[in-house]
């Protein structure tokens, strides 16, 4: 008689991608965001879910290492500066750091990129991205549905006119297909998808749709301030 292996149901990490320098918001990751660090924030509510088996933070900050050790988490420190600068790509970060916790023979299979300013992200949201992962899947992802269709929307270069998407410039409005735009909360992949650097925006991603009334991406200080009013108040 066969013996029947049942295959171990291994638990997600996750990995949060915070360097020291940003360009809009100086320090954002440490940010004081009422009485905590924007990252510790994230963190704890990271922790809190106990769906995870590892938290990561890689890192090129000795400030945001030391945050991350209080809270007992995982420092991948120091981030290569070549992966820590404004050019720095995101899926370069994660396929270096996946690739490196797989020669120390990290148990892993499914893995979480969050941002260390998610701090509005839920359990619920994190289980949701779950239950929509396949194998057909390459990635999933959060985005916000844009209040209107931006297909028709035009740019300058070299002082000429552009179309985004010329087809649909003899569409009506209300014929356009919706737009939606990266929330810049969470994005969750196989870690082979991760090392191989997969697109990221392929029909093979799928997405969580996210309220904008509710999630904001700090990237500049006008987002900070709705940051702080979502935080507040639960509303913009």
Do not use: C
Request: hydrophobic content about 35%; aromatic content about 10%; glycine content about 2%.
């Amino acid at each position: 008689m066969k013996k029947i292996i049942l295959k171990k149901n291994i638990k997600p990490i996750v990995i949060i991608p915070a360097r020291k320098n940003s360009e809009r918001i100086k320090d954002k990751n440490i940010l004081n965001f009422f009485g905590k660090p924007l990252i510790e924030r994230t963190l704890k509510n990271l922790k809190d879910t106990k769906i995870f088996s590892k938290i990561y933070v890689s890192t090129d900050s000795k400030k945001i290492a030391k945050i991350a050790k209080k809270n007992n988490v995982e420092v991948l420190y120091p981030r290569p500066k070549n992966l820590s600068n404004n050019k720095s790509i995101l899926l370069d970060v994660m396929s270096y750091e996946v690739k490196k916790l797989q020669k120390k023979k990290v148990e892993m299979k499914d893995v979480f990129l969050i941002l260390p300013t998610a701090i509005f992200l839920s359990k619920q949201d994190i289980i949701k991205s779950k239950k929509i992962f396949s194998k057909k899947v390459n990635y999933v992802m959060t985005a916000i549905k844009e209040h209107k269709s931006t297909l028709r929307n035009f740019y300058f270069k070299k002082n000429k006119l552009k179309l985004l998407v010329p087809k649909f410039i003899n569409y009506r409005t209300q014929d356009l297909p919706s737009t939606f735009r990266d929330a810049g909360q969470l994005y969750l992949a196989n870690k082979k998808t991760w090392m191989n650097k997969k697109k990221v925006f392929s029909s093979k991603t799928k997405i969580i749709e996210l309220n904008p009334r509710k999630y904001v991406d700090i990237d500049g200080y006008t987002d900070l301030r709705k940051a702080k009013k979502i935080y507040k108040y639960g509303k913009i």
